[in-house]
């Protein structure tokens, strides 16, 4: 939604602004990929139909099958303001009635991964074991500046790490991920109990 240029606490907003293009575009690169960056400024994203229109259309013409975005229960107001045009966004793209220049998708599935600044009611429904691919999540992390701790004292990289193990332990794995699930998916509709079948 933004590029966070805001949080630099040496660098102009502009310059920092290139150097996280940078740093997203590497991230996308290192998961095989491809960034797309909305024109907001940090701490300025706005809650409006504009911008829910905006991420509507942009989720019908990359036809995503899951989403993953910020829980509401954030200390982040980005965050906060992300979490809700996302959540109508997903609503609108899955309507056929609502005329927009492409034909309406249906994402099936939307979560919310563990943040530590989107806490509050936040939690743990879904532990996923990502052993296999943790040094790869690393190396992501590593590709922005952020986490190596030059710009903020909070130990982002060490956290995370840490909280792979936590949630491995949990899960019952190596290293582990977990999501919440969007609150009105919580309902199960089965034939039989997954453990039986």
């Not at 965050?79 to 997903?90: F, G, K, Q, S």
Request: charged share 25%; aromatic share 10%.
């Amino acid at each position: 939604m933004t590029l966070g240029e805001a949080g630099h606490p040496t660098l102009a907003p502009a310059a920092y602004a290139a150097q996280r293009q940078v740093e997203v575009e590497e991230s996308a690169r290192l998961m095989g990929a491809r960034a797309i960056v909305l024109s907001y400024r940090d701490g300025e994203l706005p809650v409006n139909d504009a911008i829910k229109m905006q991420v509507c259309d942009l989720i019908r013409a990359e036809k995503p099958t899951l989403i993953l975005t910020h829980w509401k229960g954030s200390i982040h107001k980005d965050h906060i303001a992300t979490h809700e045009i996302v959540r109508d966004a997903v609503f609108y793209a899955a309507l056929p009635a609502l005329p927009r220049d492409l034909p309406a998708h249906r994402v099936a599935a939307l979560y919310f991964p563990e943040n530590w600044e989107d806490m509050e009611g936040w939690r743990a429904d879904i532990y996923l074991d990502v052993t296999d691919v943790w040094d790869d999540y690393l190396r992501v992390l590593r590709s922005h500046e952020l986490m190596g701790g030059n710009i903020s004292a909070f130990r982002y990289l060490d956290y995370y790490d840490a909280l792979g193990t936590l949630r491995g332990c949990l899960g019952g794995f190596r290293k582990g991920a977990a999501l919440m699930m969007n609150p009105g998916a919580w309902v199960r509709r089965l034939q039989f109990l997954p453990e039986i079948g």
